[in-house]
């Protein structure tokens, strides 16, 4: 079945001046009104149709009859499959993301110790100096985040043209050439929330550190 968006409709009468009724092949497009319908619409149809084109009884059916749920069914196989690869490659993508954002939060806690020293001697708060290195791991994040968004929007475009236009994939014309901008925020929000998770264990170490001995560091 062709996909959707290549088919046009136009009268039988024009169709058959402009190209002749015999040298291509005819689809009509019948809507049954409600799924429970759809029995007895495919059932007449099929009557229909090797009446009018004088099927024997017995004789297998010259004509082939289509439905959009064949359709359906299809692109939600699609969309599992995507959906099972992308949840494979972003659970990958947080634990490897997670670990190096965690060790570089470990790196700058240890190079602002004398820092984080002397902030406390001037009365910091433990609480303070947590939501400082929170905030910086989430905004190392989110610039992370910010800078992918025109990869992956070139990754998506570039992918749907070779499938749609160069190797004449029609199933990929469901695939939207440009990533909603509901998907950007939530991949935003994801990467706050990895951020956070990933520096929580610096943070805590740098707002536990003891201000005499973080004022004696050195590199």
Not at 74 to 99: C, D, E, H, Y
Not at 179 to 192: K, N, R, T, Y
């Amino acid at each position: 079945m062709d996909f959707v968006d290549n088919q046009v409709v136009i009268p039988l009468e024009s169709f058959r001046s402009t190209v002749g009724l015999f040298e291509r092949s005819v689809s009509v497009g019948i809507k049954s009104g409600s799924e429970r319908m759809l029995d007895i619409v495919r059932t007449e149809a099929v009557g229909h149709m090797r009446a009018i084109r004088n099927v024997p009884p017995g004789v297998e059916d010259d004509f082939s009859i289509n439905e959009t749920q064949a359709f359906d069914e299809q692109v939600k196989n699609i969309r599992i499959g995507i959906w099972i690869v992308g949840m494979g490659l972003t659970i990958l993508a947080f634990i490897v993301g997670s670990i190096g954002i965690m060790n570089i939060m470990y790196v700058s806690v240890t190079e602002r110790t004398k820092e984080i020293g002397v902030r406390k001697a001037i009365g910091a708060r433990r609480s303070s100096i947590l939501l400082q290195f929170l905030i910086e791991s989430s905004l190392l994040c989110v610039i992370g985040a910010l800078i992918a968004f025109p990869f992956a929007q070139l990754i998506v475009g570039s992918a749907r043209y070779v499938a749609v236009d160069l190797l004449n994939q029609d199933w990929a014309s469901v695939v939207s050439p440009l990533i909603p901008l509901d998907l950007l925020m939530i991949a935003v929000g994801v990467s706050i929330v990895v951020g956070l998770l990933a520096g929580l264990l610096p943070a805590i170490k740098a707002s536990r550190l003891d201000p005499v001995e973080a004022l004696r560091y050195e590199q």
